[in-house]
């Protein structure tokens, strides 16, 4: 489980987060919804001790995040970071030379799900195959859970469609994913919790189908009562 608990992070005099907590279970799918610049991305960097927080604590599996946790926990970013001249094949030997949870088995698997050739360079992809790539990268990795900025922004509905199936199939398994979106039409029937955020602060954070079982309600249902009530 990823315990986020009450943690707060300033750049400068800017308090983006003041004291967001919330957890994240394997084999769930998390979704972090917030406008632009509520801090999502600062969220996912904290968690992967990218960026210091200033107060609070973040907890992988019960542990404080140390080097160790890179072998349970990947961060997907929102753009790829492989250099643009590499062909996909080389991207992965890449992961393969410096990751030892690579799992090649699955990057093999991806491919044939994401239909992309492996001779083709990074620099000559459509943006939908690119982001495409960029979730095979992350996914290929042999972790619990997978953190991922935004994986369907600015890519084409078809494109979002496939992303999706991948969530709801055994590629992501019973692993827990994390991730930040502004799209949730696409990808609503795959999540299981939403956390609402604002203001630095956690608004609501439910779990999707309890919502629509009790109350009847979509989470698009509950994001307008929450942001525009
Ligand atoms: N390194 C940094 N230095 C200063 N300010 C930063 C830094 N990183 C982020 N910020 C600020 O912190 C706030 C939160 O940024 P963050 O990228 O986490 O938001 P976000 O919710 O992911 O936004 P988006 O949806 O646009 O990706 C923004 O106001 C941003 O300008």
């Not at 996912?44 to 349970?72: C, D, H, R, W």
């Amino acid at each position: 489980m990823i315990e986020v608990k009450e943690i707060t992070k300033k750049f400068g005099r800017k308090k983006v987060l003041n004291g967001v907590s919330f957890t994240a279970n394997k084999g769930e799918i998390t979704c972090l919804i917030g406008i632009n610049g509520v801090g999502k991305t600062t969220i996912l960097n904290a968690v992967m001790a990218l960026t210091p927080i200033n107060s609070g604590e973040i907890l992988i599996n019960k542990e404080k995040v140390n080097k160790q946790s890179y072998e349970i926990v990947t961060f997907i970013p929102d753009a790829i970071t492989m250099m643009p001249q590499m062909r996909i094949s080389e991207a992965m030997e890449f992961m393969q030379d410096f990751y030892d949870n690579w799992n090649q088995e699955r990057a093999t698997e991806l491919l044939k799900f994401f239909k992309l050739e492996e001779r083709e360079r990074i620099s000559d992809l459509s943006k939908g195959n690119t982001a495409k790539v960029n979730l095979l990268l992350g996914l290929a990795l042999d972790v619990d859970f997978l953190l991922m900025d935004e994986p369907f922004s600015g890519i084409d509905i078809f494109s979002r469609e496939q992303i999706a199936e991948v969530f709801a199939s055994h590629l992501v398994e019973d692993r827990g994913v994390i991730i930040t979106t502004h799209e949730i039409n696409d990808i609503e029937h795959l999540i299981d919790k939403v956390v609402l955020l604002d203001n630095g602060k956690v608004l609501k954070a439910f779990n999707s189908e309890e919502v629509r079982e009790t109350q009847g309600k979509s989470v698009v249902d509950v994001m307008r009562e929450v942001y525009q009530p």
